[in-house]
């Protein structure tokens, strides 16, 4: 009689008798059937008999019972004393969605939690469940130190803070001095919410020198990446090296947004140092692209790149189908004025191409 529906189609009286069974699955069926049976009118003797559960694994689910019947207290006892610490986080997960802005003291168990739990699955749950009319004390005191921790806890934290701020700009200004990671996991949040984001709140953290930061803003940025300055889209096409490893649909939306961000560019508009930079980001592709480090994926087009760098009428007379002959070509039309390898530079690479 081990099964769920074997028990729950048990009497009463046997049921009870089943919670004292020597199987810890025996007696979590058999507190589920009586749950179903009883509903409220069980909650105080699961709350007991929870305290002297010995099974963690029951404990969690008698957790589950207790918050169906919104039994706030008694969840926050096991938040804060259970041994376990899996009983603990889904006490805590449990509790941070049942508490009203009212419920102070159940915020402090939480937020003790958060602070001191030695366990870092305990302090996530007590925060990444917090809900979105937490009070504003109760805000602060979460955000205070912010980043801190384990970068799990620093996500946990960032997945509230863009619940509680009123606009992106508002959140990203809370990230200043994060870690690439947490700035990776924030800006991914920032996408789920399909808003558009001013170049301005962005350009702060486009600074970054982390590739998959700048992948981040790339995504948030390409339906409208007119409005960042070209010199960020040669940041894009200076971290190549990293991207030609993306998947074909990662790399066809950054090579295209690059494409309609410089399509209205004057090059001879641009700063000294603009121009000089975007000379370094197309000596730096050149190289990767004459030496064959950016893979084999682009090999049908190879030979026409190249003959490229040397002709660079081509990047208006030919439309090239693969992402790299595409950002080499953007890469020679906006720095019209740069001159490129030598022909002796070029000989001395051929045993690098024909491979």
């Known amino acids: 009689m081990q099964s769920y529906a074997s028990i729950a189609s048990q009497p009463e009286p046997t049921l009870r008798e089943l919670l004292d069974h020597e199987s810890p699955q025996v007696r979590l069926h058999a507190a589920w059937a009586l749950g179903l049976c009883k509903g409220k009118e069980l909650l105080g003797d699961i709350a007991s008999r929870a305290g002297l559960e010995p099974s963690a694994g029951v404990r969690q689910h008698l957790m589950i019972m207790l918050a169906g019947g919104r039994e706030k207290a008694a969840i926050a006892t096991f938040a804060a004393l259970d041994p376990d610490a899996l009983v603990r986080a889904t006490a805590c997960q449990y509790l941070a969605r049942l508490v009203e802005p009212s419920d102070l003291p159940f915020y402090d168990v939480l937020l003790d939690r958060a602070e001191h739990d030695p366990e870092d699955d305990v302090r996530c749950a007590a925060i990444q469940h917090l809900r979105a009319d937490a009070p504003a004390a109760v805000r602060d005191r979460s955000l205070k130190g912010f980043p801190r921790g384990s970068l799990a806890f620093q996500q946990a934290v960032a997945g509230r803070l863009a619940a509680w701020s009123e606009t992106p700009r508002a959140f990203l200004g809370a990230l200043t001095g994060a870690s690439s990671?947490?700035?990776?996991?924030?800006?991914?949040?920032?996408?789920?919410?399909?808003?558009?984001?001013?170049?301005?709140?962005?350009?702060?953290?486009?600074?970054?020198?982390?590739?998959?930061?700048?992948?981040?803003?790339?995504?948030?940025?390409?339906?409208?990446?007119?409005?960042?300055?070209?010199?960020?889209?040669?940041?894009?096409?200076?971290?190549?090296?990293?991207?030609?490893?993306?998947?074909?649909?990662?790399?066809?939306?950054?090579?295209?947004?690059?494409?309609?961000?410089?399509?209205?560019?004057?090059?001879?508009?641009?700063?000294?140092?603009?121009?000089?930079?975007?000379?370094?980001?197309?000596?730096?592709?050149?190289?990767?692209?004459?030496?064959?480090?950016?893979?084999?994926?682009?090999?049908?087009?190879?030979?026409?790149?190249?003959?490229?760098?040397?002709?660079?009428?081509?990047?208006?007379?030919?439309?090239?189908?693969?992402?790299?002959?595409?950002?080499?070509?953007?890469?020679?039309?906006?720095?019209?004025?740069?001159?490129?390898?030598?022909q002796e530079e070029l000989i001395e690479d051929g045993k690098h191409w024909l491979r």
């Open 181 to 342: 990671d947490l700035l990776v996991h924030a800006l991914g949040l920032l996408r789920e919410r399909s808003t558009p984001i001013p170049w301005a709140d962005l350009a702060p953290h486009a600074r970054h020198h982390d590739a998959a930061v700048l992948l981040q803003i790339a995504h948030l940025l390409r339906d409208a990446p007119e409005g960042a300055p070209v010199t960020f889209w040669a940041s894009i096409a200076g971290h190549w090296d990293t991207f030609w490893q993306t998947s074909p649909e990662t790399q066809e939306m950054l090579v295209g947004a690059l494409e309609r961000a410089l399509a209205q560019v004057v090059p001879g508009e641009l700063p000294a140092e603009v121009r000089q930079h975007l000379a370094d980001v197309r000596r730096h592709a050149e190289t990767a692209i004459r030496q064959g480090e950016w893979g084999s994926h682009f090999l049908e087009e190879w030979y026409e790149i190249l003959a490229m760098l040397n002709s660079p009428e081509m990047a208006k007379a030919r439309r090239f189908e693969g992402p790299v002959g595409r950002l080499m070509a953007q890469l020679i039309l906006i720095t019209p004025d740069y001159e490129g390898p030598t």
